[in-house]
């Protein structure tokens, strides 16, 4: 039999909107599925119109998991159209068989939500996402087919069986138009079916199924909000609570409760793939706590992470000082070295004329410049980048330049006036204060996007730093060369431990690591016990966007990177404002609609605006736990605490 062009060679499958033939296009000599809608159209037909509109969308869409149509026609008034032929049979003989391996599930999952966004990117709802209309080909690749026409019309509840309206969204099968929310509860209840098999799928719906009059029982258990799809890892063990839950997001009744669009969802579902399959008991050892639980939680654990705190605020200062003092020790020996030899090679007189002072701390500048933004990134874990390393050390060289012209005249007022009693040491320690200075200032400002304040911290510890150095400097640089060299060294010391110290001991709080279900955070961070220290006028952005990606010539974007799949690049914003610290949503993980795209939670409750934190809150970012503590309590904290349950 033909039909126009194509020669019919069997039939693959019939469904209320048209029949299946796999067929071959003689003229091309390939074989592919042809299918006929069940809809007599003339040429002159305006549907004509909107079906050849509809289906050339779909030709121009090409993608991985996603069927492709290669043309579109109407043959003696049928409407016809060629698409790709899939010879691995579809998931609804692979579900009747028994339920998918786990893996296997989440990778349905993942190539129907690629294959919606598809669909959704090109403008095209698909409006048909069941078993039958997912294929599997010879790569064991899933792809999407049969997208409806709106030619169709709109399936009506009473003429559907078990095999369609199960994957209809209830919000559609009561009449509201398809959206792409609407869609994913399709994909959802496949994925659920599958991962399940049929006769489970049945059993987990009593009384529903296998019924004569099943779609009026399913209408009814619909219409019934108390009801819901029974959690995944109930009635399958071996699934997590996490895999349930993303599950349970996708088939949620309330479409305002799940995923808004394709792009949200795979953003969830990319650490699936990676989660290790944990049992449910201990993933439910710690359920979040209800909201009217909230003010009790607050005041009882709000003593035992003080004690916390302090230790690793020391452990903090402790690192700081034996990272710090390499950088300043190692700046101040090679500043010593340099201008030791440019001196002999020039033969300057040992005696500090301007410009061998001008020398030393440009020179001591641009070492304590590049050499503290290495030092502080590797250390805190973050990739070493040339262009930030190079910016401070430019700045740095300035830094050290300027306080050298800056200290000229003080030293030529010295000479002028006569005598190197208490004026010269005026004069020394002075250079030193001036430069330690300018450095911090450089230093800082690597924060001042974050905070204005980190600045002049930095610039304030590197005045006092210079000042300690400077004394230092000014009573042993003319002994023995060794202690001319310790002199640098412990100038550099001065500055660069001045410089960094002063924002960790001025800080307000901390962000603690605690936990993560993410093996990159885990393993990045879990060791140490990471902390990000805060202090009052900081805005602090959290997200996932490595340093790397940061296009900035000296700081970073995100100032608490957290490694998590589950992590939007940008995610939360933590800010002072009044002696009150805040978190809220970033505008990227945030719908139209107003729901969140990406997990955020404090205390578990869902971060959708500006909450205020408190002394001992658990944020959940992603699969990520951080602690949010405070150092210092001011007295605006303090009466917030007893308001908390109510706050939120």
């Not at 002159?44 to 149509?69: G, I, K, N």
């Amino acid at each position: 039999m033909n039909i126009g062009p194509f020669e019919v060679l069997g039939i693959i499958g019939e469904g209320a909107s048209g029949i299946v033939y796999r067929a071959r296009d003689q003229s091309l000599g390939r074989t592919v599925a042809l299918k006929k809608l069940h809809r007599e159209l003339k040429e002159d037909d305006p549907a004509a119109e909107r079906f050849h509109r509809e289906a050339e969308a779909m030709v121009s869409l090409r993608a991985d998991h996603v069927v492709s149509v290669y043309s579109h026609q109407i043959v003696d008034g049928s409407p016809l159209l060629e698409m790709e032929y899939v010879a691995g049979g579809n998931l609804a003989g692979v579900t009747a068989a028994g339920p998918i391996a786990l893996h296997v599930g989440l990778q349905l999952v993942e190539h129907l939500l690629l294959a919606l966004k598809a669909f959704h990117d090109a403008g095209i709802l698909h409006r048909a996402v069941r078993p039958s209309n997912v294929l599997l080909d010879e790569r064991e690749d899933f792809k999407l087919a049969d997208a409806r026409l709106s030619i169709m019309g709109s399936e009506e509840t009473s003429t559907l069986g078990a095999g369609s309206i199960v994957y209809i969204a209830p919000e559609c099968v009561f009449g509201r138009p398809f959206d792409a929310s609407s869609d994913l509860y399709s994909a959802g209840m496949v994925a659920y079916e599958a991962l399940l098999g049929r006769s489970a799928f049945q059993e987990a719906f009593p009384g529903l199924m296998p019924v004569a009059a099943f779609a009026t029982k399913w209408l009814e258990w619909l219409n019934d909000n108390a009801k819901t799809v029974p959690p995944l890892h109930e009635v399958r063990p071996d699934v997590s609570v996490t895999v349930s839950q993303f599950v349970a997001r996708l088939v949620a009744k309330d479409p305002e409760l799940r995923f808004a669009t394709a792009d949200a969802a795979l953003l969830a579902m990319r650490s699936l793939r990676t989660l290790p399959v944990v049992p449910k008991e201990e993933e439910e050892r710690t359920p979040p706590s209800p909201p009217v639980l909230r003010e009790r939680q607050l005041l009882r654990r709000d003593a035992a992470p003080a004690v916390k705190v302090q230790r690793q605020r020391a452990a903090a200062v402790s690192h700081t000082v034996y990272f710090m003092s390499l950088v300043g020790g190692l700046a101040g020996l090679l500043c010593w070295a340099i201008t030791t030899w440019v001196a002999d090679y020039l033969t300057v007189r040992q005696e500090a004329t301007p410009v061998l002072l001008t020398l030393w701390t440009t020179i001591m500048g641009a070492l304590m410049g590049g050499m503290t933004v290495g030092f502080a990134d590797r250390w805190s874990g973050d990739r070493l980048l040339g262009r930030w390393v190079a910016t401070g050390t430019l700045l740095g060289t300035a830094a050290g330049f300027v306080s050298g012209l800056v200290y000229i005249p003080i030293q030529l007022t010295v000479v002028a006036v006569g005598g190197f009693g208490a004026r010269d040491v005026f004069a020394r320690v002075s250079l030193w204060m001036i430069a330690g200075c300018f450095i911090g200032l450089v230093t800082g400002l690597r924060w001042y996007s974050v905070n204005p304040y980190r600045a002049v911290h930095a610039m304030a510890g590197g005045i006092v730093g210079g000042m300690l150095g400077g004394l230092a400097f000014q009573y042993t640089s003319h002994m023995h060369e060794f202690f001319a060299a310790l002199a640098f060294v412990l100038t550099g010391m001065g500055i660069s431990l001045g410089v960094t110290l002063a924002p960790v001991l001025l800080r307000n709080g901390v962000l603690q690591f605690v936990r993560s279900d993410d093996e990159r955070a885990r393993s990045k961070y879990g060791p140490q016990r990471q902390e990000w220290p805060i202090q009052a006028g900081d805005r602090l952005l959290i997200g996932s966007e490595r340093a790397g990606e940061a296009m900035t010539m000296y700081a970073r974007n995100i100032q608490v990177y957290i490694p998590d799949t589950m992590v939007a690049p940008r995610h939360a914003i933590l800010f002072e404002r009044e002696k009150h610290f805040y978190l809220q949503p970033h505008g990227g993980i945030v719908a139209a609609n107003g729901r969140l795209e990406a997990p955020l939670q404090v205390g578990g409750i869902d971060v959708v605006d500006k909450v205020d934190l408190h002394h001992g809150d658990e944020i959940l970012i992603g699969q990520t736990v951080l602690r949010f503590c405070l150092t210092k309590k001011s007295t605006a904290v303090e009466p917030a605490l007893l308001a908390a349950g109510s706050s939120r």
